[in-house]
């Protein structure tokens, strides 16, 4: 590890390795000693830290792994290893960025990262890469590289896992997470963590039988140990997986069970945040939207009691809900309200491809080719990165029908083979 520590400081001190060996030793023997074939003696190891600005022991402790550093690690891990929600800013800034073992240092940027990414903190997340993880991502984020400490393979996993899940590449979460939970003891809250993740990729790809022994596996755990805090959650997760399987009744009843845990709950005002999507999505689905209301206007009166900052937060929130239900009532002049209320207001990306997708299916309803069209493609490609696959049958159709109509059948050809194979593949 010696190696990439030196290549990396050589990298941002924009110097070569001759130039940092240069009158302090020949450039056969530092490559022996980079290549772990001789230890870095003090005497060099105190210039070259001065060339490159970092003190002597931040070469010559690089390679430490003893009990000490591993456990110092894992102890990061274990720290990080949660929902984002469930950490305070401050204890996630107060962990250091340098340390004189590269295991260490590399374990906190990894977990840093997602938690950075969790948070959709973007400017963070790409300032650490940028500046760090990148370099070493390359040289040890390869699955065909050398064993690395059991402490950074969990955290090099983990950060795997949450990069994959904000892609929606969940056969690539699944993947990963099976390889971690083979590193995991079978107990304690990072386990449960892996195993809620594990049944929540299990979901997402279809595998609905691992899927529903998952959760039997995290319930028994969870009441043996009495570990309530994990129930709201954990039934939040559940009625996805009753959502998929097509059991309306099935997800709202758990919906309820994750609503009467609350109380049990470490970070309540996020998981009732996710109880209320899920259940106000869940009842536009199916066609409940007298009851959809109703929850969107209880959850707004909630909000209404949070502080300013979270009420603008959730303002445009709230909005995508009504204007989700506007939709599905084809109530076109109350989405066009709806819709000019949200643009009004500053928007995640998320949040202006729904504006749009809205946008395009007004457009559509009364006849609007040109617009439909527009506002279809402007929010197509980003609906695919997600794999979205309600959004993408009424696009895809859409602009198959349009194009057909506009006699544009090359098109209209490619849009149809789109929306099959998205079937076939649901």
Request: charged content about 25%; hydrophobic content about 40%.
């Amino acid at each position: 590890m010696l190696k990439e520590r030196i290549d990396y400081l050589c990298h941002k001190k924009d110097m070569s390795r001759k130039e940092l060996t240069d009158g302090l030793v020949t450039q056969a023997h530092f490559s022996n000693i980079l290549a772990g074939r001789y230890p870095l003696p003090d005497d060099l190891a105190e210039p070259m830290a001065e060339r490159l600005g970092v003190s002597p022991g931040y070469l010559l402790h690089t390679d430490d792994q003893d009990d000490d550093v591993l456990q110092q690690a894992d102890q990061i891990v274990e720290q990080l290893s949660v929902q984002a929600s469930a950490l305070e800013e401050q204890q996630v800034n107060d962990l250091p960025d340098r340390h004189d073992t590269l295991t260490v240092e590399l374990t906190t940027a990894l977990m840093k990262a997602t938690y950075y990414q969790q948070l959709n903190d973007q400017d963070a997340y790409a300032y650490l890469h940028q500046s760090y993880l990148n370099f070493y991502l390359e040289r040890f984020g390869r699955p065909d590289e050398a064993m690395l400490p059991l402490p950074l393979t969990k955290a090099m996993l983990f950060y795997k896992i949450q990069s994959a899940r904000s892609r929606q590449k969940y056969h690539d979460v699944l993947t990963q997470v099976e390889q971690w939970l083979k590193l995991l003891p079978e107990q304690g809250e990072t386990w449960l963590t892996a195993q809620q993740i594990r049944m929540e990729a299990c979901v997402h790809t279809r595998q609905f039988e691992h899927a529903k022994q998952t959760f039997e596996k995290i319930t028994s755990y969870i009441y043996e140990q009495r570990l309530f805090h994990r129930l709201s959650g954990l039934y939040v997760l559940y009625s996805g997986y009753c959502h998929s399987m097509q059991q309306p009744h099935e997800a709202l009843l758990a919906l309820s069970m994750a609503e009467a845990h609350l109380v049990y709950a470490q970070h309540q005002s996020d998981t009732w945040s996710a109880i209320m999507n899920n259940r106000i999505l869940m009842l536009t689905m199916a066609g409940e939207l007298v009851q959809a209301e109703q929850e969107v206007d209880r959850f707004g009166s909630m909000v209404d009691t949070q502080t300013v900052e979270v009420q603008q937060q959730m303002a445009p929130v709230l909005l995508v809900y009504r204007c989700e239900i506007e939709l599905a009532r084809q109530d076109w002049a109350a989405l066009v309200q709806r819709l000019e209320q949200l643009r009004a207001l500053t928007l995640t990306e998320d949040q202006q491809m729904a504006a749009r997708f809205y946008s395009s299916q007004q457009a559509l309803a009364h006849g609007q080719a040109d617009l439909f069209i527009e506002e279809a493609t402007a929010c197509l490609p980003y609906f695919e990165q997600i794999r979205h696959q309600e959004r993408l049958n009424i696009l895809y159709e859409g602009l198959a029908v349009m194009s057909e109509e506009q006699r544009r059948y090359k098109d209209a050809a490619w849009y149809y083979r789109k929306l099959v194979y998205l079937l076939r593949h649901a």
